[in-house]
Nanobody
Framework: QVHLVESGGGLVQAGGSLRLSCAAS????????VGWFHQPPGKEREFVAA????????AYADSVKGRFTISRDNAKNTVYLQMNSLKPEDTAVYYC??????????????????WGQGTQVTVSS
């Protein structure tokens, strides 16, 4: 069982930066792949970024490539999402999710076993 808690969301102006954190409980978190997803207002939840258990493999949605960076510190049981050059269309609730035996970086929500409660990111124009 893994419990995930996101933090770092907030209100930022367009062009600004935020760093989201996903802190996990559980001794085996280092074996889990992790993904970030977001749900914009009135829309479905969609993929943002993912990282394999080792951190070697990463994947990004086209809309964030070059602006967002996913990373992990397994010693701290934490995965980060550094978000730069934020745009109003990045406004959403951001969720982290974890999947067992996380080889590779999966874009598919159905691959994930555990989800956090979400953190709100609002980008003003």
């Amino acid at each position: 069982q893994v419990h995930l808690v996101e933090s770092g969301g907030g209100l930022v102006q367009a062009g600004g930066s935020l760093r989201l954190s996903c802190a996990a409980s559980g001794r085996t978190f280092s074996s889990y792949g992790v993904g970030w997803f977001h749900q914009p207002p009135g829309k479905e939840r969609e993929f943002v970024a993912a990282i394999s258990w080792s951190g070697v493999s990463t994947a990004y949605a086209d809309s964030v490539k070059g602006r967002f960076t996913i990373s992990r510190d397994n010693a701290k049981n934490t995965v980060y999402l550094q978000m730069n050059s934020l745009k109003p269309e990045d406004t959403a609730v951001y969720y982290c999710a974890a999947r067992r035996y996380g080889v590779g970086a999966s874009r598919d929500q159905l691959d994930y076993d555990y989800w956090g409660q979400g953190t709100q990111v609002t980008v003003s124009s």
